[in-house]
Protein backbone atom coordinates (compact mmCIF):
# COMPACT_ATOMS: atom_id res chain seq x y z
CA UNK A 1 0.00 0.00 0.00
CA UNK A 2 1.55 3.41 -0.71
CA UNK A 3 2.58 4.84 2.48
CA UNK A 4 2.83 8.65 4.08
CA UNK A 5 5.66 10.23 2.26
CA UNK A 6 8.24 9.96 4.65
CA UNK A 7 9.65 13.28 3.65
CA UNK A 8 6.61 15.60 4.81
CA UNK A 9 6.43 13.48 7.29
CA UNK A 10 10.23 14.62 8.53
CA UNK A 11 8.52 18.15 7.26
CA UNK A 12 6.11 17.60 10.11
CA UNK A 13 7.82 16.46 13.17
CA UNK A 14 10.27 19.60 11.94
CA UNK A 15 7.10 22.18 12.71
CA UNK A 16 6.03 20.00 15.92
CA UNK A 17 9.48 20.44 17.40
CA UNK A 18 10.60 24.03 16.24
CA UNK A 19 13.70 22.34 13.82
CA UNK A 20 15.42 24.07 11.29
CA UNK A 21 13.65 22.02 8.37
CA UNK A 22 16.48 20.50 6.14
CA UNK A 23 14.30 17.56 5.23
CA UNK A 24 11.85 18.72 2.62
CA UNK A 25 13.44 20.45 -0.69
CA UNK A 26 11.60 23.55 -0.33
CA UNK A 27 13.27 27.59 0.28
CA UNK A 28 11.73 29.65 3.27
CA UNK A 29 12.53 32.59 1.13
CA UNK A 30 10.38 34.63 -1.52
CA UNK A 31 9.28 33.61 -4.61
CA UNK A 32 10.81 35.14 -7.71
CA UNK A 33 9.03 38.57 -7.95
CA UNK A 34 8.81 39.24 -11.48
CA UNK A 35 6.48 35.85 -11.60
CA UNK A 36 4.74 36.54 -8.63
CA UNK A 37 4.03 40.13 -10.22
CA UNK A 38 3.15 38.32 -13.43
CA UNK A 39 0.71 36.14 -11.08
CA UNK A 40 -1.39 39.33 -9.67
CA UNK A 41 -1.59 41.05 -12.83
CA UNK A 42 -2.83 38.45 -14.43
CA UNK A 43 -5.71 37.93 -11.06
CA UNK A 44 -6.28 41.40 -10.98
CA UNK A 45 -6.29 42.38 -14.77
CA UNK A 46 -8.51 39.43 -15.43
CA UNK A 47 -8.07 40.09 -19.42
CA UNK A 48 -4.54 40.87 -21.88
CA UNK A 49 -6.36 44.09 -21.74
CA UNK A 50 -6.20 44.32 -18.23
CA UNK A 51 -3.03 43.22 -17.83
CA UNK A 52 -1.54 45.98 -19.85
CA UNK A 53 -3.27 48.81 -18.58
CA UNK A 54 -2.10 47.29 -14.94
CA UNK A 55 1.33 46.57 -16.43
CA UNK A 56 1.36 50.81 -17.35
CA UNK A 57 -0.46 52.00 -14.07
CA UNK A 58 1.47 55.00 -12.17
CA UNK A 59 0.84 56.05 -8.41
CA UNK A 60 -0.44 59.05 -10.29
CA UNK A 61 -3.64 57.02 -12.16
CA UNK A 62 -4.20 55.50 -8.65
CA UNK A 63 -4.64 59.04 -7.75
CA UNK A 64 -6.80 59.72 -10.53
CA UNK A 65 -8.80 56.89 -10.17
CA UNK A 66 -9.26 57.00 -5.78
CA UNK A 67 -10.73 60.59 -6.15
CA UNK A 68 -7.34 62.65 -6.16
CA UNK A 69 -6.85 63.03 -2.24
CA UNK A 70 -3.36 62.78 -1.71
CA UNK A 71 -4.38 62.36 1.89
CA UNK A 72 -7.02 60.27 1.42
CA UNK A 73 -4.85 57.79 -0.98
CA UNK A 74 -2.63 57.62 2.10
CA UNK A 75 -4.63 56.35 4.45
CA UNK A 76 -6.13 53.72 2.25
CA UNK A 77 -5.55 50.19 2.99
CA UNK A 78 -3.41 48.65 -0.29
CA UNK A 79 -5.90 46.16 -0.19
CA UNK A 80 -8.51 48.42 -1.08
CA UNK A 81 -6.23 50.62 -3.35
CA UNK A 82 -5.81 46.82 -5.39
CA UNK A 83 -9.94 46.65 -5.51
CA UNK A 84 -9.91 49.59 -7.69
CA UNK A 85 -8.03 48.27 -9.86
CA UNK A 86 -9.72 45.06 -10.58
CA UNK A 87 -10.95 44.74 -14.05
CA UNK A 88 -14.60 43.64 -13.77
CA UNK A 89 -14.16 41.15 -16.83
CA UNK A 90 -12.36 38.16 -16.45
CA UNK A 91 -10.86 35.40 -18.49
CA UNK A 92 -7.72 34.76 -16.41
CA UNK A 93 -8.87 33.36 -13.36
CA UNK A 94 -11.16 30.94 -15.31
CA UNK A 95 -10.77 27.79 -17.05
CA UNK A 96 -8.46 28.01 -19.70
CA UNK A 97 -7.37 24.88 -22.04
CA UNK A 98 -6.55 22.38 -19.70
CA UNK A 99 -3.14 21.30 -21.39
CA UNK A 100 -2.18 25.41 -20.97
CA UNK A 101 -2.46 28.68 -22.15
CA UNK A 102 -1.24 29.19 -25.99
CA UNK A 103 1.44 32.07 -24.17
CA UNK A 104 2.56 29.62 -21.48
CA UNK A 105 3.29 26.93 -24.21
CA UNK A 106 4.77 29.40 -26.79
CA UNK A 107 6.98 29.98 -23.83
CA UNK A 108 7.80 26.92 -23.08
CA UNK A 109 8.97 26.18 -26.67
CA UNK A 110 11.17 29.25 -26.52
CA UNK A 111 12.73 28.37 -23.28
CA UNK A 112 13.66 25.00 -24.31
CA UNK A 113 15.03 26.44 -27.78
CA UNK A 114 16.63 28.74 -25.88
CA UNK A 115 18.41 26.18 -22.86
CA UNK A 116 18.45 22.82 -24.68
CA UNK A 117 18.75 23.86 -28.13
CA UNK A 118 15.36 21.91 -29.83
CA UNK A 119 11.90 23.66 -29.91
CA UNK A 120 9.32 21.24 -28.94
CA UNK A 121 5.68 22.56 -30.90
CA UNK A 122 3.19 23.84 -28.77
CA UNK A 123 0.44 22.61 -30.64
CA UNK A 124 1.58 18.64 -30.52
CA UNK A 125 4.12 18.05 -28.16
CA UNK A 126 3.70 20.61 -24.73
CA UNK A 127 1.01 19.76 -22.04
CA UNK A 128 1.13 22.10 -19.00
CA UNK A 129 0.59 20.27 -15.75
CA UNK A 130 0.23 20.40 -12.00
CA UNK A 131 3.88 20.08 -11.37
CA UNK A 132 6.71 17.39 -12.01
CA UNK A 133 4.77 15.56 -9.63
CA UNK A 134 1.87 15.39 -11.95
CA UNK A 135 4.19 15.26 -14.71
CA UNK A 136 5.40 11.95 -14.16
CA UNK A 137 2.33 10.15 -13.02
CA UNK A 138 0.65 11.16 -16.19
CA UNK A 139 3.47 10.37 -18.32
CA UNK A 140 3.65 7.15 -16.80
CA UNK A 141 0.15 6.36 -17.02
CA UNK A 142 0.46 7.34 -21.03
CA UNK A 143 3.29 5.19 -22.04
CA UNK A 144 1.97 2.39 -19.76
CA UNK A 145 -0.44 -0.67 -18.75
CA UNK A 146 -0.95 -2.29 -15.09
CA UNK A 147 2.00 -5.08 -15.28
CA UNK A 148 4.39 -3.05 -16.67
CA UNK A 149 8.09 -2.77 -15.34
CA UNK A 150 9.61 0.84 -15.52
CA UNK A 151 13.43 1.26 -13.82
CA UNK A 152 14.87 3.33 -11.29
CA UNK A 153 17.55 4.37 -9.96
CA UNK A 154 17.72 4.22 -6.23
CA UNK A 155 18.32 6.42 -4.51
CA UNK A 156 15.50 8.11 -6.07
CA UNK A 157 12.71 10.42 -5.35
CA UNK A 158 10.31 8.76 -3.37
CA UNK A 159 7.54 9.97 -5.56
CA UNK A 160 8.94 6.81 -8.47
CA UNK A 161 8.43 3.70 -6.72
CA UNK A 162 5.14 5.13 -5.03
CA UNK A 163 3.52 6.28 -8.77
CA UNK A 164 4.93 3.14 -9.92
CA UNK A 165 2.73 1.24 -7.29
CA UNK A 166 -0.68 3.27 -7.42
CA UNK A 167 -0.45 2.52 -11.29
CA UNK A 168 0.18 -1.10 -10.77
CA UNK A 169 3.92 -0.86 -12.50
CA UNK A 170 6.28 -2.60 -11.49
CA UNK A 171 9.32 -0.94 -10.05
CA UNK A 172 12.99 -2.10 -10.88
CA UNK A 173 15.86 -1.05 -9.31
CA UNK A 174 19.66 -0.12 -10.55
CA UNK A 175 22.52 1.31 -7.74
CA UNK A 176 24.01 4.82 -8.34
CA UNK A 177 26.90 3.78 -5.88
CA UNK A 178 29.27 6.66 -4.30
CA UNK A 179 32.78 6.99 -5.64
CA UNK A 180 33.94 8.71 -2.71
CA UNK A 181 37.84 8.58 -4.27
CA UNK A 182 36.50 9.90 -7.19
CA UNK A 183 33.78 12.36 -5.44
CA UNK A 184 30.87 11.20 -7.96
CA UNK A 185 28.03 8.83 -8.01
CA UNK A 186 28.19 6.15 -10.73
CA UNK A 187 25.95 3.72 -12.83
CA UNK A 188 26.76 0.30 -14.07
CA UNK A 189 25.52 -0.06 -17.47
CA UNK A 190 25.82 -3.88 -17.48
CA UNK A 191 23.19 -3.35 -14.10
CA UNK A 192 21.19 -1.81 -16.11
CA UNK A 193 20.96 -3.80 -19.15
CA UNK A 194 20.88 -7.34 -17.22
CA UNK A 195 17.59 -5.60 -15.69
CA UNK A 196 15.58 -5.19 -18.50
CA UNK A 197 13.13 -7.83 -19.49
CA UNK A 198 10.33 -8.29 -22.25
CA UNK A 199 8.24 -6.20 -19.76
CA UNK A 200 10.13 -2.96 -19.57
CA UNK A 201 8.60 0.16 -20.89
CA UNK A 202 10.32 3.04 -19.34
CA UNK A 203 13.40 3.91 -17.66
CA UNK A 204 12.75 7.17 -15.29
CA UNK A 205 16.12 9.49 -15.01
CA UNK A 206 16.59 12.29 -12.85
CA UNK A 207 19.35 15.15 -13.87
CA UNK A 208 20.71 16.80 -11.66
CA UNK A 209 19.67 14.32 -9.36
CA UNK A 210 17.74 14.61 -5.88
CA UNK A 211 19.09 13.28 -3.33
CA UNK A 212 23.20 12.58 -4.46
CA UNK A 213 23.19 15.70 -6.38
CA UNK A 214 24.95 13.61 -9.60
CA UNK A 215 24.87 15.44 -12.80
CA UNK A 216 24.68 12.85 -15.44
CA UNK A 217 27.14 13.33 -18.26
CA UNK A 218 27.06 13.64 -21.90
CA UNK A 219 29.23 10.26 -22.12
CA UNK A 220 26.39 8.58 -19.42
CA UNK A 221 23.92 10.04 -21.09
CA UNK A 222 24.48 9.03 -24.46
CA UNK A 223 25.55 4.83 -22.75
CA UNK A 224 22.06 5.40 -21.53
CA UNK A 225 20.44 6.47 -24.98
CA UNK A 226 22.20 3.73 -26.79
CA UNK A 227 20.67 0.92 -24.05
CA UNK A 228 17.07 2.58 -24.26
CA UNK A 229 17.44 2.68 -28.18
CA UNK A 230 18.75 -0.55 -28.22
CA UNK A 231 16.08 -2.31 -26.37
CA UNK A 232 12.85 0.00 -27.01
CA UNK A 233 12.65 1.87 -23.84
CA UNK A 234 10.95 5.21 -23.41
CA UNK A 235 13.02 7.79 -21.43
CA UNK A 236 11.31 10.11 -18.90
CA UNK A 237 13.18 12.72 -17.06
CA UNK A 238 12.83 14.63 -14.12
CA UNK A 239 14.99 17.80 -15.16
CA UNK A 240 13.29 20.04 -12.19
CA UNK A 241 17.06 21.19 -10.90
CA UNK A 242 18.30 22.16 -14.80
CA UNK A 243 19.30 25.54 -13.76
CA UNK A 244 20.81 24.41 -9.96
CA UNK A 245 24.77 23.27 -11.37
CA UNK A 246 28.04 23.72 -9.95
CA UNK A 247 31.47 24.29 -10.98
CA UNK A 248 30.63 24.95 -14.95
CA UNK A 249 28.69 21.44 -15.19
CA UNK A 250 26.41 21.38 -18.15
CA UNK A 251 22.51 20.08 -17.59
CA UNK A 252 22.26 17.50 -21.02
CA UNK A 253 18.51 17.29 -21.97
CA UNK A 254 17.90 13.45 -23.01
CA UNK A 255 15.65 14.50 -25.59
CA UNK A 256 18.26 16.74 -27.69
CA UNK A 257 20.42 13.19 -27.58
CA UNK A 258 20.95 11.42 -31.23
CA UNK A 259 17.47 9.61 -31.86
CA UNK A 260 15.88 10.29 -28.47
CA UNK A 261 13.40 13.13 -28.97
CA UNK A 262 10.73 10.67 -30.14
CA UNK A 263 11.56 8.27 -27.18
CA UNK A 264 11.69 10.88 -24.42
CA UNK A 265 9.64 12.43 -22.06
CA UNK A 266 10.75 15.51 -20.39
CA UNK A 267 9.20 16.55 -17.03
CA UNK A 268 9.94 20.05 -16.04
CA UNK A 269 8.59 22.32 -13.66
CA UNK A 270 9.40 25.73 -11.98
CA UNK A 271 8.90 24.80 -8.00
CA UNK A 272 12.58 25.01 -7.81
CA UNK A 273 13.53 27.79 -10.75
CA UNK A 274 10.86 30.12 -9.52
CA UNK A 275 11.11 29.33 -5.64
CA UNK A 276 7.46 28.44 -5.76
CA UNK A 277 6.81 24.67 -4.75
CA UNK A 278 3.29 25.41 -3.93
CA UNK A 279 2.52 26.66 -7.09
CA UNK A 280 2.23 23.70 -8.88
CA UNK A 281 3.29 24.72 -12.77
CA UNK A 282 5.02 22.39 -14.95
CA UNK A 283 4.96 20.54 -18.16
CA UNK A 284 5.45 17.41 -19.86
CA UNK A 285 6.95 17.78 -23.63
CA UNK A 286 5.81 14.28 -25.51
CA UNK A 287 6.39 12.77 -28.26
CA UNK A 288 3.35 14.16 -30.45
CA UNK A 289 2.06 10.15 -30.82
CA UNK A 290 1.40 10.39 -26.83
CA UNK A 291 0.28 14.09 -26.40
CA UNK A 292 -3.40 13.54 -27.33
CA UNK A 293 -3.09 10.63 -24.28
CA UNK A 294 -1.04 12.78 -22.11
CA UNK A 295 -3.59 15.71 -22.41
CA UNK A 296 -6.62 13.56 -22.06
CA UNK A 297 -5.30 11.94 -18.62
CA UNK A 298 -4.58 15.48 -17.24
CA UNK A 299 -7.74 16.96 -17.98
CA UNK A 300 -9.84 13.87 -16.91
CA UNK A 301 -7.64 14.24 -13.11
CA UNK A 302 -7.03 17.86 -12.71
CA UNK A 303 -8.42 19.36 -16.04
CA UNK A 304 -5.44 22.07 -15.39
CA UNK A 305 -2.62 23.98 -13.64
CA UNK A 306 -3.95 27.39 -12.01
CA UNK A 307 -4.31 29.73 -14.75
CA UNK A 308 -3.07 32.98 -13.20
CA UNK A 309 0.01 31.50 -12.34
CA UNK A 310 0.41 30.17 -15.64
CA UNK A 311 0.57 33.64 -16.43
CA UNK A 312 3.42 34.40 -13.95
CA UNK A 313 5.29 31.50 -15.05
CA UNK A 314 4.99 32.96 -18.59
CA UNK A 315 7.40 36.11 -16.78
CA UNK A 316 9.47 33.42 -15.21
CA UNK A 317 10.50 31.79 -18.31
CA UNK A 318 11.02 34.82 -20.04
CA UNK A 319 13.93 36.52 -17.40
CA UNK A 320 17.21 36.91 -18.94
CA UNK A 321 20.50 34.28 -19.33
CA UNK A 322 21.83 36.14 -15.93
CA UNK A 323 18.91 34.88 -13.91
CA UNK A 324 19.37 31.37 -14.73
CA UNK A 325 23.58 31.67 -15.15
CA UNK A 326 23.44 33.19 -11.34
CA UNK A 327 21.14 31.01 -9.80
CA UNK A 328 23.66 28.14 -8.54
CA UNK A 329 26.29 30.91 -7.02
CA UNK A 330 23.88 31.53 -3.80
CA UNK A 331 23.37 27.76 -3.67
CA UNK A 332 27.00 27.48 -3.86
CA UNK A 333 27.83 29.40 -0.68
CA UNK A 334 24.51 27.53 1.49
CA UNK A 335 26.05 24.41 0.01
CA UNK A 336 29.22 25.26 1.31
CA UNK A 337 28.13 26.46 4.96
CA UNK A 338 26.55 23.44 5.80
CA UNK A 339 29.22 21.22 4.14
CA UNK A 340 31.44 22.49 6.66
CA UNK A 341 29.20 22.30 9.10
CA UNK A 342 28.37 18.66 9.06
CA UNK A 343 32.02 17.96 8.47
CA UNK A 344 33.02 19.02 11.59
CA UNK A 345 30.72 16.47 12.77
CA UNK A 346 31.77 13.49 11.12
CA UNK A 347 29.46 13.44 8.29
CA UNK A 348 31.05 12.65 5.10
CA UNK A 349 30.18 13.75 1.92
CA UNK A 350 30.74 13.47 -1.51
CA UNK A 351 30.26 17.20 -3.16
CA UNK A 352 26.75 17.93 -5.03
CA UNK A 353 27.64 18.75 -8.83
CA UNK A 354 23.81 19.68 -8.82
CA UNK A 355 20.45 20.65 -7.39
CA UNK A 356 20.60 21.39 -3.82
CA UNK A 357 20.92 18.34 -1.25
CA UNK A 358 23.56 16.60 0.24
CA UNK A 359 23.64 13.05 0.87
CA UNK A 360 25.76 12.81 3.54
CA UNK A 361 27.74 9.43 4.86
CA UNK A 362 26.68 10.08 9.30
CA UNK A 363 28.65 5.99 9.85
CA UNK A 364 31.85 8.44 11.47
CA UNK A 365 29.70 10.65 13.70
CA UNK A 366 30.03 9.79 17.27
CA UNK A 367 26.74 10.58 18.34
CA UNK A 368 24.58 9.11 15.79
CA UNK A 369 26.79 6.01 13.92
CA UNK A 370 25.11 3.20 16.17
CA UNK A 371 21.44 4.49 14.99
CA UNK A 372 19.47 3.53 11.99
CA UNK A 373 18.49 6.17 9.45
CA UNK A 374 15.30 6.98 10.92
CA UNK A 375 16.46 7.28 14.76
CA UNK A 376 19.46 9.23 13.44
CA UNK A 377 16.72 11.60 12.01
CA UNK A 378 14.41 11.99 15.06
CA UNK A 379 17.52 12.35 17.27
CA UNK A 380 18.22 15.32 15.26
CA UNK A 381 14.79 16.66 15.00
CA UNK A 382 14.44 16.03 18.86
CA UNK A 383 17.89 16.73 20.43
CA UNK A 384 19.51 18.72 18.40
CA UNK A 385 16.52 20.62 16.54
CA UNK A 386 17.24 20.06 12.67
CA UNK A 387 15.19 17.87 10.32
CA UNK A 388 16.56 15.80 7.98
CA UNK A 389 15.47 12.72 5.73
CA UNK A 390 16.65 9.01 6.63
CA UNK A 391 18.76 7.58 4.13
CA UNK A 392 16.80 4.32 3.48
CA UNK A 393 13.75 6.53 2.40
CA UNK A 394 15.58 7.03 -1.09
CA UNK A 395 16.46 2.97 -1.76
CA UNK A 396 13.93 -0.17 -2.63
CA UNK A 397 16.50 -3.11 -2.34
CA UNK A 398 19.92 -3.67 -0.39
CA UNK A 399 21.07 -1.49 2.06
CA UNK A 400 23.27 0.98 0.93
CA UNK A 401 20.48 3.56 1.89
CA UNK A 402 21.48 2.78 5.95
CA UNK A 403 24.36 5.35 6.74
CA UNK A 404 22.79 8.34 4.89
CA UNK A 405 20.97 11.15 5.90
CA UNK A 406 19.57 13.72 3.50
CA UNK A 407 19.76 17.64 3.61
CA UNK A 408 18.62 20.04 1.70
CA UNK A 409 20.18 23.30 1.69
CA UNK A 410 17.66 25.35 -0.04
CA UNK A 411 17.12 27.56 3.08
CA UNK A 412 18.12 30.99 3.49
CA UNK A 413 21.57 31.33 4.81
CA UNK A 414 19.84 32.47 8.31
CA UNK A 415 18.29 29.32 8.86
CA UNK A 416 21.72 27.01 7.32
CA UNK A 417 23.71 29.33 9.77
CA UNK A 418 21.10 28.60 12.70
CA UNK A 419 21.06 24.46 11.63
CA UNK A 420 24.97 25.01 11.67
CA UNK A 421 24.96 26.48 15.23
CA UNK A 422 22.60 24.00 16.20
CA UNK A 423 25.19 21.02 14.85
CA UNK A 424 28.08 22.23 16.58
CA UNK A 425 26.40 20.93 20.16
CA UNK A 426 27.71 16.95 18.25
CA UNK A 427 31.11 18.57 18.27
C1 LIG B 1 13.64 15.10 -8.34
C2 LIG B 1 12.33 15.75 -8.02
N1 LIG B 1 11.31 15.62 -8.86
C3 LIG B 1 10.12 16.18 -8.60
C4 LIG B 1 9.89 16.89 -7.45
C5 LIG B 1 8.53 17.47 -7.21
O1 LIG B 1 8.31 18.49 -8.12
P1 LIG B 1 6.96 19.32 -8.16
O2 LIG B 1 6.88 20.10 -6.88
O3 LIG B 1 7.11 20.22 -9.35
O4 LIG B 1 5.86 18.37 -8.32
C6 LIG B 1 10.93 17.08 -6.55
C7 LIG B 1 10.70 17.85 -5.31
O5 LIG B 1 11.49 17.93 -4.43
C8 LIG B 1 12.18 16.48 -6.84
O6 LIG B 1 13.21 16.61 -6.01
Excluded at 162 to 172: T, V, Y
Aim: net charge negative; glycine share 8%; hydrophobic share 35%.
Amino acid sequence: MVKESTIRLMTRLANENQAVNLSQGFTDESAIYEMVWGGIAASLGGTQDGIDRLEGTTIKDVLDKTGGSVEDLMGMKLKDVLKTLQNPKDAYNQYCYPFGLVELRNAIAEYTQRFQGFRPDPETEITVVLGATEGLFTSLRAICSPGDEIIVMQPYHEMYPSQAEILGLEAKYITLIENKEKGTWELDYSELEGIITGKTKVLVLNTPHNPTGKVFTRDEMSAIADICKKHNIIVITDEIYEHILYDGRKHICMAAMDGMRERTFVVNAISKTGNATGWRVGWIISPQAYTTRVRALHDTMVIQSPTPLQKGVVKLLGMDDSFHKNMPNEYARKCQVLTDSIKSIGFNVTPPEGSYYLFADYTNVPALKSMTPMDAAIFLIKEVGVATVPGDNFYAIGNSGDSYLRFAFCRSIESLEEAARRFAKLR
